[in-house]
Every structure is written in structure tokens, then in C-alpha cells.
């Protein structure tokens, strides 16, 4: 996508999700990384001071999100001209939103809409389509998907929908023995989701690390890597 500007056509080249049958999760991560290093090295700041970057898919484009956190103490009105100005002018893609963060004091979320150039979208779309094989489901019953990016994982965390009501325990115990059968990826939670009534909360991790440890290249600082797609 857009974005992908700031680190240059080699990491055009990566996909953005990553699948049981080629794992592309390292891949997905050094994505990750070269916009991290693109937008400290635009805005002239640290790489910790890029906090957590939320990339949801939607069928007509990206929508792309980043933290950015104050060296210290809070931006000042000239540092939030100035950040503005250089997003503005940057080929990130549309800058629709620049605003202080509502639940992180002094961090400054800034949105914008990007074109899909690395087709997100249709890899989530495999991705319900694969789950709802696998499970023996409707495609309609892939709820909300959330991916969270690590250097050697990446984890999908979705929602399975019940027809309608809840889904009983026999069906519980035949969804999760489908799923630790490990055909979309190593199962590591399921549960019956707190959000979403009858719904069941799944959790899935592709790729060889167990580890999601909270420093992944020198200097990176604490922020996440999210990837999101949302049900029809």
C-alpha cells in the first residue's frame, strides 16, 4: 500500500498476512519494521517513539493508524504544526485525522486512507474462506479477525458466530478439536467470546516462535503491529 513508499520497492515485495502453508510472518514483520524506520526517519524521531500501528482492510482500500509518543512530557503546539505539515506532504496516502489519543495522555494518533496495493483485503478473504472449510461453517460466521504481527508469529485472533442462539458444548468440543488438528495454525486459545453473545473467541499462532516478546529490533520500543479485518 501506500505506505509501503517509505521503505522502497524491496518491501513491495512481502506479503502483509501470513498463512499456514508459506508462513509468511517474517516477511509480514519486516514490513512492519522498514514503515517504523520510514516514519521515525520522515518526522525525525526515534524508533520508540512510534508506538502502536493498526492496519484494518476493507474492501475499498486501507485504513491506517499510528501512535506517536513524545520524547517527553507532551508535544507542543509547534511540534503538532510540524508533524502535520510533513504527514501532509508525505506519500504515506490521505492524511483524514491527526488527534491526541484518548486513552494514552500526550500520544498523537494519526490516520490515513491508503490504497490496498498489497491486497490485505483478499488475504482475509482467503482467510474466511479457509476457516469456514475447515470448520464446517457458513462464510457469514467469520466474525472480526484480528492479526498481531512478531518477528518469527504472527497470531489471528477471530470470532466464530453461531447461526443463531449459542453454540452448545458438543459443538464447542467438535470446533476445537477441528482446530487443534492445526490445519490453520497452531491453536493456542478458544473460548467463549465477552463481546459478542454466543459467540466463541479463537486464537491461532502460525509460525515457529512461542515468543512475542516485547523487543523486537533494538531501540523499537513496546508498540504492536495489528492488521484488522471486520465482518460484513
Same mark, same amino acid.
Not at 513491495?12 to 498476512?17: D, F, I, M, T, V
Not at 492496519?55 to 502535520?84: C, H, K, M, W
Given at each position: 500500500?501506500?505506505?509501503?513508499?517509505?521503505?522502497?520497492?524491496?518491501?513491495?515485495?512481502?506479503?502483509?498476512?501470513?498463512?499456514?502453508?508459506?508462513?509468511?510472518?517474517?516477511?509480514?514483520?519486516?514490513?512492519?519494521?522498514?514503515?517504523?524506520?520510514?516514519?521515525?526517519?520522515?518526522?525525525?524521531?526515534?524508533?520508540?517513539?512510534?508506538?502502536?500501528?493498526?492496519?484494518? $482492510?476493507?474492501?475499498?482500500?486501507?485504513?491506517?493508524?499510528? &501512535?506517536?509518543?513524545?520524547?517527553?512530557?507532551?508535544?507542543?503546539?509547534?511540534?503538532?504544526?510540524?508533524?502535520?505539515?510533513?504527514?501532509?506532504?508525505?506519500?504515506?496516502?490521505?492524511?483524514?485525522?491527526?488527534?491526541?489519543?484518548?486513552?494514552?495522555?500526550?500520544?498523537?494518533? $494519526?490516520?490515513?486512507?491508503?490504497?490496498?496495493?498489497?491486497?490485505?483485503?483478499?488475504?482475509?478473504?482467503?482467510?474466511? &474462506?479457509?476457516?469456514?472449510?475447515?470448520?464446517?461453517?457458513?462464510?457469514? &460466521?467469520?466474525?472480526?479477525?484480528?492479526?498481531?504481527?512478531?518477528?518469527?508469529?504472527?497470531?489471528?485472533?477471530?470470532?466464530?458466530?453461531?447461526?443463531?442462539?449459542?453454540?452448545?458444548?458438543?459443538?464447542?468440543?467438535?470446533?476445537?478439536?477441528?482446530?487443534?488438528?492445526?490445519?490453520?495454525?497452531?491453536?493456542?486459545?478458544?473460548?467463549?467470546?465477552?463481546?459478542?453473545?454466543?459467540?466463541?473467541?479463537?486464537?491461532?499462532?502460525?509460525?515457529?516462535?512461542?515468543?512475542?516478546?516485547?523487543?523486537?529490533?533494538?531501540?523499537?520500543?513496546?508498540? &504492536?503491529?495489528?492488521?484488522?479485518?471486520? $465482518?460484513?
Amino acid at each position: 500500500f501506500a505506505v509501503l513508499l517509505l521503505c522502497g520497492q524491496a518491501c513491495a515485495q512481502r506479503r502483509l498476512l501470513a498463512d499456514p502453508s508459506d508462513d509468511g510472518s517474517d516477511s509480514a514483520f519486516d514490513n512492519f519494521v522498514a514503515i517504523r524506520e520510514g516514519l521515525s526517519s520522515s518526522l525525525g524521531f526515534n524508533l520508540d517513539q512510534i508506538g502502536d500501528i493498526v492496519i484494518s $482492510a476493507y474492501s475499498d482500500g486501507l485504513e491506517f493508524v499510528f &501512535q506517536l509518543l513524545p520524547e517527553s512530557g507532551n508535544f507542543t503546539d509547534s511540534d503538532v504544526t510540524r508533524i502535520r505539515s510533513t504527514l501532509e506532504n508525505s506519500d504515506i496516502g490521505t492524511l483524514t485525522d491527526l488527534s491526541y489519543d484518548d486513552d494514552a495522555p500526550g500520544v498523537i494518533d $494519526a490516520t490515513f486512507s491508503t490504497s490496498d496495493d498489497l491486497d490485505a483485503y483478499d488475504d482475509f478473504q482467503e482467510f474466511r &474462506q479457509n476457516a469456514a472449510s475447515v470448520l464446517g461453517i457458513n462464510l457469514d &460466521q467469520v466474525g472480526d479477525i484480528t492479526g498481531t504481527v512478531y518477528p518469527d508469529s504472527m497470531v489471528y485472533d477471530f470470532d466464530i458466530l453461531p447461526e443463531s442462539g449459542s453454540f452448545e458444548g458438543s459443538e464447542y468440543n467438535r470446533i476445537n478439536e477441528v482446530l487443534e488438528q492445526g490445519e490453520l495454525g497452531v491453536l493456542t486459545n478458544l473460548s467463549y467470546d465477552d463481546i459478542v453473545p454466543g459467540a466463541l473467541d479463537a486464537t491461532i499462532r502460525i509460525g515457529s516462535s512461542e515468543d512475542n516478546g516485547d523487543s523486537f529490533i533494538p531501540n523499537y520500543g513496546t508498540g &504492536q503491529n495489528y492488521i484488522l479485518s471486520y $465482518a460484513a
